[in-house]
């Protein structure tokens, strides 16, 4: 009988694997240095994200306070979030006004935790108002003329900046501003602009090139680095984008650098120096499958990618870094995987040039059971991609980032 009882326990516990994620560490999170520490020596921050409705999420927030010195609003901070259109409507002066009242709590919780924060987004033609475009701010009347549309983004991207820089003060040390600018095919692209704006994405006529103009990445950044200047603050001006090393884009991101940096010129006619930074989502393998995961090509391109931005001379950040794992039973391929990524990231600066200033992870935690509310997330960071469990619990994966950061 005890042999048969033992067969049936083992048993037992190979099924709860199945259902129970076996990458869990078992550790209490108290037991390990803030994981950020071990990452400041090395000359980059490392930042987690965060949505509103997590700031009810006390297990999360301990989580994020913990290990990161930086964090990112994944959706309240980007225009179609803050834009009103009522209070657009009746304002006098006919620019645009916003509603920041979730995006204030956000920055307030990072303020008080002593987390920085990454503005993202300020122009994203993606899911952007449309009303925005047209005459009273009203999606009946016809589109604006191109000098009002440019009025009324100049003033937007103007108070933006200046309403977190004035209610907090230094919190915000980037901004993303120009978010997916760039096609990913030549029918999404002209296929004379070596920039290769997007005229289209899924179909559907990118509305800031047609309202605002070609020069629309440019002419935002000009926006950007006048607002920042103003103030006085110290607020680096970022280019974000997905699928940042792979050699199509990373070709069309240094033209787009380059074509930036020579839109303005100062007093002396010398350019204006209006991007300081390259920010490479990072979402390393498959889209929902597990083919092209953990491919150690991926690790060498974007090492090979942050040197090619490094030599324009701009910093440059993963921003939004999901390593994605669709199997459990490949946890252990996951953490070994995720160490040499962040040993790589480590080679990267040194004494003499620091272009790596900060790492964002987007895949924080696992998902491991997809439904109709999260199959978007499960399939963008993966079910066991995660450095923490669905339950905010340290994974082998963790585990591994934090020996390799702490030189072990």
Not at 180 to 185: C, L, N
Not at 222 to 242: E, T
Not at 353 to 372: E, H, Y
Request: proline share 3%; aromatic share 12%.
């Amino acid at each position: 009988m005890k042999k048969k009882a033992l067969i049936f326990l083992l048993a037992a516990a190979l099924v709860m694997c199945v259902f129970v994620n076996c990458e869990e560490s078992g550790k209490d999170m108290s037991e390990y240095e803030s994981l950020y520490t071990l990452a400041e020596p090395y000359g980059f921050k490392l930042g987690g994200c965060l949505s509103y409705s997590q700031l009810s999420d006390k297990a999360y927030l301990a989580l994020l306070a913990r290990h990161f010195n930086s964090v990112t609003c994944t959706n309240e901070t980007k225009a179609y979030s803050l834009l009103d259109q009522t209070l657009s409507k009746l304002s006098p002066d006919g620019m645009p006004r916003m509603n920041y009242t979730q995006a204030d709590k956000m920055l307030a919780w990072a303020q008080q935790n002593g987390l920085g924060v990454r503005g993202h987004v300020l122009v994203w033609d993606a899911y952007m108002t449309e009303w925005f475009f047209h005459v009273g701010y009203n999606q009946s009347m016809p589109l604006a003329d191109t000098e009002t549309v440019r009025l009324r983004l100049k003033s937007y991207i103007e108070q933006v900046i200046t309403h977190f820089e004035t209610k907090f003060p230094g919190v915000i040390y980037c901004w993303d501003v120009v978010n997916e600018a760039i096609g990913d095919s030549p029918a999404e692209y002209d296929p004379g602009d070596p920039r290769h704006i997007r005229t289209v994405r899924s179909g559907v006529s990118n509305i800031f090139l047609d309202t605002v103009g070609s020069d629309y990445v440019e002419y935002s950044f000009l926006c950007a680095r006048n607002a920042v200047q103003a103030l006085g603050a110290d607020i680096k001006l970022f280019y974000n984008d997905y699928n940042m090393f792979s050699a199509s884009k990373v070709k069309a991101a240094c033209a787009l650098t380059e074509s930036i940096n020579s839109y303005a010129a100062d007093e002396n006619g010398a350019y204006r120096t209006l991007i300081d930074g390259i920010g490479m989502q990072g979402y390393i393998g498959g889209y929902g499958t597990q083919s092209g995961c953990l491919s150690s090509s991926d690790i060498s391109s974007i090492k090979s990618a942050i040197l090619t931005y490094a030599s324009l001379g701009v910093e440059v950040q993963l921003t939004e870094m999901a390593v994605r794992n669709y199997e459990l039973s490949k946890a252990p391929q996951h953490a070994e995987y995720y160490g040499r990524l962040f040993s790589m990231l480590m080679s990267i600066n040194t004494p003499s040039s620091a272009p790596l200033t900060a790492v964002t992870i987007w895949g924080m935690n696992d998902i491991p059971v997809k439904n109709s509310w999260n199959e978007y997330s499960w399939k963008l960071n993966s079910p066991y991609g995660g450095l923490f469990t669905e339950k905010n619990k340290v994974k082998t994966s963790f585990e591994s980032v934090y020996a390799v950061l702490g030189g072990k």
